[in-house]
């Protein structure tokens, strides 16, 4: 009956990530529906704590993006890339990767990707090798962030086990950063020169075509007045969470209050949960940015970034509750099959974690639905820890919309989806980046923790 029923979750996913969007989102809740009424499975724990992260976190990041400060971060980025053209390759992965790292998603590098492809294109430099890695780099960067879902969410699992914000960020920012850089020397010598492509060669005899390749996608226009506060702002907000997320001790304790009770914020130990800091924080953030660079409510919910968030939130809301679903109603068995050899080999775990993302296209719902099993499998919390980069699949089957996007950019068409869907462009840089995180991520750990 399991058979049956994996295959019901696997539907689910497949269909919703097809259909791009919410379509994970409602997919999941058409595979809890089934679960329920033909299965009578009892619902899981909803992931309640991910999706108000998120929620909060891109809702911050949109309100930046109101008030010009991503345009600010862009302009800084596009200065770097376009005094050093002839590294884009190196430049263009490293940027993303900050980005990523500081605003806790990937979407923010919407406004980068165009800069790599053109200052690519200008220099004649295959705008797939840095387009690919820069993409694959943005993603890694999720599990470094201390403002992002899944390292909130990694951090909730295992501060029971001692660990802190801090334990995580020094083995992933470094694990993360050295797969960024094997990675991009994977790509250095990926696909044809420009100058010996002969698809490329071909489309240079269209004026149109050549008019349209050197066009600038450039910035224009002042910045918004309050561009820089807003950075510096949000700068503030990411680091109260590194401070309040390495040291709780610096959070006020509820345990000896009279009539004190545990709740949805506050653990059994009267210590506020991270996730809960990580919410206030980062929506005093946008309420500041609102304020002092006068920004209005109406610019934030029109940005781009906060219809991102609706769309993840659902997203995570119906994949991680159907997941969590089955996995509650399965525990026993799946304990029985993957327990031994995960003991022995904890790093096996890592392709559960990498196969999972790769389906549910999201890093804090693959944290969520499977680190817990990690932990109740016997896997050490250091290792889960190593093993945390290895959530990062959402590159193997190229639905992703930074991918699409990276793609679109790319007027060389270097930056393609092969014939048989999982030749793209993408599948190179992924895989190394990723197997090479995790590999660091486990002699770090070993060294660190």
Request: charged share 10%.
């Amino acid at each position: 009956m399991i058979w049956v029923q994996f295959a019901i979750l696997l539907a689910a996913i497949l269909i919703g990530s097809r259909m791009k969007g919410i379509g994970l989102g409602v997919m999941g809740m058409v595979g809890m529906l089934i679960f329920i009424l033909v299965f009578h499975m009892q619902p899981g724990e909803p992931p309640l704590e991910v999706m108000l992260i998120i929620l909060s976190v891109v809702s911050a990041a949109a309100t930046l993006q109101a008030a010009g400060g991503m345009d600010y971060l862009v302009r800084l980025a596009e200065t770097i890339l376009r005094k050093n053209p002839s590294k884009i390759v190196f430049l263009g992965p490293l940027v993303t990767w900050v980005f990523t790292l500081f605003a806790g998603t990937a979407h923010i590098n919407y406004s980068i990707l165009p800069i790599i492809a053109e200052v690519s294109t200008k220099k004649r430099i295959r705008p797939e090798r840095a387009l690919s890695i820069s993409v694959v780099a943005s993603h890694l960067a999720i599990m470094a962030s201390p403002v992002s879902a899944a390292t909130a969410t990694m951090l909730g699992i295992v501060r029971d086990s001692g660990f802190q914000l801090v334990d995580i960020l020094k083995v992933s920012i470094p694990a993360t950063l050295i797969g960024v850089i094997v990675g991009t020397l994977s790509v250095l010598r990926m696909g044809k020169d420009l100058d010996k492509d002969p698809e490329f060669q071909a489309k240079l005899k269209d004026p149109e075509f050549v008019k349209k390749l050197d066009a600038s996608s450039g910035n224009a226009g002042p910045l918004k007045p309050g561009a820089k506060l807003s950075v510096l702002l949000f700068a503030l907000g990411v680091l109260l969470i590194i401070v309040f997320g390495s040291f709780p001790q610096t959070l006020p304790n509820f345990a000896d209050v009279e009539g004190f009770k545990p709740n949805f914020a506050v653990g059994a130990d009267g210590s506020i949960r991270m996730a809960a800091m990580i919410e206030i924080v980062m929506l005093t953030v946008s309420a500041a940015i609102i304020i002092f660079c006068k920004t209005s409510t109406g610019e934030v919910v029109k940005a781009s970034l906060f219809s991102s968030a609706a769309q993840a939130t659902l997203s995570v809301f119906g994949v991680v509750w159907m997941s969590a679903t089955f996995m509650d109603h399965n525990v026993a068995a799946i304990e029985q099959t993957l327990g031994s050899m995960v003991r022995s080999a904890p790093w096996t775990f890592s392709f559960a974690l990498f196969i999972f993302s790769m389906l549910s296209f999201s890093q804090a719902a693959t944290t969520r639905a499977l680190m817990p099993l990690g932990l109740s499998l016997g896997i050490a919390p250091q290792h889960l820890i190593a093993m945390f980069p290895a959530g990062n699949g959402d590159f193997f089957l190229p639905g992703y919309p930074t991918l699409l996007a990276a793609i679109q950019f790319d007027n060389t068409g270097s930056t393609h989806i092969g014939k048989y869907l999982l030749n793209h462009s993408f599948m190179r840089p992924g895989l190394v980046a990723v197997s090479v995180s995790v590999a660091a991520g486990f002699l770090l750990s070993g060294i660190l923790l």
